[in-house]
């Protein structure tokens, strides 16, 4: 009798993650679905083999290509061995809820300054290609909207992750939150503990760009050393308290919008998803300002 060949993950091609179809699937964690998926794709692959690559049990997934097990998943060990055993690539896994396979990078030693765009040459090569630093600044201030700075820190949780940012923090506010949530949301292996710097300058001091959700006093203090530093401030005035002070500030003094032109100004004001859309703004205005690539 011909015994069957094990079926190779690592043989699964890279386009077969960047399907709409697959990539909703994990986005949603339906398991079930991302299971039907990998088995109509690839004959080879039985569910016996599945199991065996995703540490189950044969029938824990043959009920879930069945549907006769709910689909999604909300358990990060399960989805662990799942992206493990299939080897699904770091920008999969992110959509999966789940750190990359790499390390994250958390130093809290400084940040070495770099040149914006404008003056970067071949010489500033190595320095550019070093993570990005940023500082998350804001609270959850009475006068602020508790739904919008939860919806702000799941997608800036991911955002750092995807993107590999350092992250500049208080010991309390959202910076911390977001932290917070990578660790318990993408368990990266190296982020047993988060460093919040005490005091406002400390905060910003060695930040490229200053995200402000949110905040009271606190955070307006930090507000006013980015201006003084002349930092690219990055505000989410739908977040309230100071963010939205900030905002309506800087729409009446241009010179408060570093490195935002009036249409990125104006969209930060019109998201429409406040987490999404804020998001992708943020990253736009980063890639931009540093001359990386948009991909």
Known sequence: MTRRRTFDPGAVP???WCREDVAQALTSRDVGQLFRLFLGQFADCTQTQLALLTQHDRSDISNWVRGARQGRVSDIEVLTRIADGLQIPDQARLLLGLAPAGSFPLNPTPAVPRQRAAGRDADDAATASTPVRVAICGSRAPDT?????DAAVRCLARLVMSRNYKVSH????????????????????DIALAIGLFGHRNVIQDAEFVIVIGGGAGTQAEVDLALSMGKPIIALPASGGTARR?????????????????????????????????????EHLINNDLGAPND
């Open 170 to 189: 208080g010991p309390v506010g959202v910076g911390i939150e977001v932290m917070t949530y990578i660790a318990d949301q993408y368990r990266p292996p």
């Open 246 to 282: 900030f905002y309506h500030q800087a729409a009446r003094d241009h010179r408060l919008r570093v490195s935002l032109d009036d249409e990125q100004f104006a969209a930060l004001n019109a998201c429409a998803d406040p987490g999404e859309d804020f998001v992708r703004i943020v």
């Open 145 to 149: 909207d508790a739904s919008v700075i």
């Open 14 to 16: 890279v386009g077969f």
